[in-house]
Structures are given as structure tokens and as C-alpha cells.
């Protein structure tokens, strides 16, 4: 996915945002893309939502690949694939209540008709646990709590009876006293409604908790990925090492090659600048076991034992898959 750039004096840049990122989804399971701050997991996410049209590279749903939408296409999309947003109080429409949002989404996707929609919306904020729900459903968003508005949020995306949701940070915004509530709603969810659900995260400790595939994203670049504890206990990338190296969690063991590479992460260096990303792998350089390989050329896929898979130089079979 690249983005183009317009600056002063007519000229422009482009942005590679994305490259060499693939991921799949499945009912009934959570996916976490973890990764820093600007290494490309909302552009995917939105990507994903229809938000953008790729530049390269293909979506599918149920196997089908999904073009551009609009009108009656692009309502049937979204009533199987949902995203909520990191930000509850700029997602929902501030000046109307919890009703008005929850309805517009009903009507919009045929969901309820005028005699059942009262019903229906009294239904979604007992499955997000906002009960007794008269005392919320005529409520203006800034009159509720952080963890309140993104329940609400949870609501409006499961009231077009979704098969996938994309949530993009959506405990970041909130009181560390209200997350672990919205990790148990979402698994609470996912069980329940049988939902593919991609849990866009920074924290590692987080995405341990909640999903059973951790995929790790740098610079634009998808660069490993497999079962959550396999991730944790055992990272093949060099940039995994750092991530979790940098990742404060008590219960974690760290193998003797992720603790010892990256002694200081103070000093590991910074992300490229996407609008001139190195060649290559975009670790390399910061990349501690880096070689001209790396430099040269993105790895291909290596898939491990493990179930896990990688994007690196140093599995040799890499350059064979």
C-alpha cells in the first residue's frame, strides 16, 4: 500500500506503507498484529475495512476477492466486516444519544424494522454488559465513562451482525482499570457470536492474553507470526527480540538468544522514514546479524516446526519458499 505525498512547491513523495503484509483470519479465532507505532497495522486494518484500495495485492472474504464498493455492495461488506476504532468519544456521533447511534446502524443494514428496533437495540447493550440498559440507551456519549463508550462502539459494529472485527486499539484510550474488562468482552464475544476479530495492539502482555496468533509488523513489513505462546517464548526475528525485549511482562521467559542480543534497546536505533525505506529486509539497519542478503532482498516466507513462520535471512529455506 503506498500513499502519495503532496508537498510545498508542487512536489510530491511517496509513502510505501505497506509491503509484503499478508494475513488471514478465522471464525472463531483472534489474531493480535503488534508492532510500533507507525509500522503499518491501522493502514492494514483499514485496508481490510475498505478504507483504502491497495495499491498491489488483493483482499478476500470467504475466499472471493473483494474490489472497490459502493452503495448496496458496499453495505453488504460492512455487514460482515466491522472495525472499532481506537477513539470511542470520535466514533460515535457526539450529538446524538446511544439510541439514535445504535438505530442509524440498524436501518442502515436492514437489521430491525420500526416495530422490533427498540428490542434490538436493548439486546446489543445486554450482550456488551451495559445494564439495566434504560439507564444508558438515552445517554449522550460525553455522559458516559471511556470503557462505557467503547461498549457502545462494540454494540453498534455487532448490530450488523458482523463475521469479522477489526479492533483497532481499542483498549488504549481507556483507564488501565477498564481493560481487562474489554479483553474479556471481546473473548466473551468472539465465543459467542463465533467471530473472526484482529486485535491491533502495542502491548505484548495484552495480545498474550487475549489471542491465540500473535503477527508482528516493522515498517510496513509483516516479519513473523504463529500460536501466541510460541511468539513469546520462542521469537525467531531479531526485531520480535527487540519488541518483546522492550515489553515489560514478569510472567514471560525470555530464551537465552532473545535476552542477550539486545542488551541496550535504548541504542537499537529508530523505524526508517517510509517515504525512503532501506531496500531489503527494513530491519537490517538495526539489525544485529544483518548481512548483504538483508540488504539486498525481503525473505521469503520460512515456515518453522513450530507452527510458526518468519521473513528472515537467517533460515536459509527462506530463500526457497
Known amino acids: 500500500m503506498h500513499f502519495t505525498v503532496r508537498g510545498g512547491l508542487g512536489r510530491t513523495s511517496t509513502v510505501k506503507a505497506l509491503e ?15 508492532g510500533e507505532s507507525g509500522s503499518g497495522k491501522t493502514t492494514l486494518a483499514r485496508l481490510f475495512a475498505l478504507m483504502y484500495t491497495p495499491t498491489s495485492g488483493e483482499i478476500r472474504l470467504r475466499g472471493e476477492p473483494v474490489g472497490p464498493r459502493r452503495g448496496r455492495a458496499a453495505r453488504e461488506y460492512y455487514s460482515e466486516v466491522q472495525m472499532v476504532f481506537q477513539d470511542p468519544f470520535a466514533s460515535l456521533n457526539s450529538m446524538h444519544t446511544v439510541r439514535h447511534n445504535l438505530a442509524r446502524a440498524l436501518r442502515i443494514h436492514g437489521r430491525a424494522g420500526r416495530d422490533d428496533i427498540e428490542e434490538r437495540m436493548h439486546a446489543l447493550l445486554e450482550r456488551v454488559s451495559l445494564t439495566p440498559t434504560r439507564d444508558f440507551i438515552g445517554k449522550l456519549p460525553h455522559e458516559l465513562s471511556g470503557g ?36 474479556n468482552l471481546l473473548a466473551r464475544l468472539r465465543d459467542e457470536e463465533d467471530l473472526a476479530l484482529l486485535y491491533i495492539t502495542h502491548d505484548i502482555a495484552g495480545a498474550r492474553y487475549l489471542a491465540e496468533e500473535i503477527h508482528v509488523m516493522y515498517a510496513g513489513q509483516m516479519v513473523e507470526g504463529g500460536p501466541t505462546e510460541e511468539i513469546i517464548q520462542n521469537p525467531q526475528h531479531p526485531y520480535t527480540r527487540l519488541l518483546l525485549g522492550a515489553s515489560p511482562d514478569p510472567a514471560r521467559t525470555l530464551t537465552p ?23 531489503g529486509c527494513r530491519f537490517h539497519p538495526r539489525c544485529p546479524f544483518a548481512t548483504d542478503s538483508c540488504r539486498r532482498a525481503f525473505p521469503a516466507r520460512t515456515e518453522l516446526p513450530t507452527g510458526q513462520w518468519v521473513h528472515c535471512w537467517l533460515y536459509p529455506s527462506g530463500a526457497s519458499t
Open 257 to 279: 538468544g532473545g535476552s542477550s542480543v539486545f542488551a541496550d534497546v535504548e541504542d537499537s536505533g529508530e523505524p526508517p522514514n517510509l517515504t525512503d525505506p532501506p531496500p
Open 20 to 34: 509484503h503484509a499478508s494475513l488471514r483470519l478465522r471464525r472463531g479465532r483472534i489474531v493480535a498484529l503488534v
Open 148 to 183: 462505557q463508550r467503547q461498549r457502545v462502539a462494540i454494540a453498534r459494529a455487532l448490530a450488523v451482525g458482523p463475521k469479522v472485527v477489526l479492533g483497532d486499539e481499542p483498549i488504549s484510550m481507556l483507564d488501565v482499570s477498564m481493560r481487562l474488562d474489554i479483553l
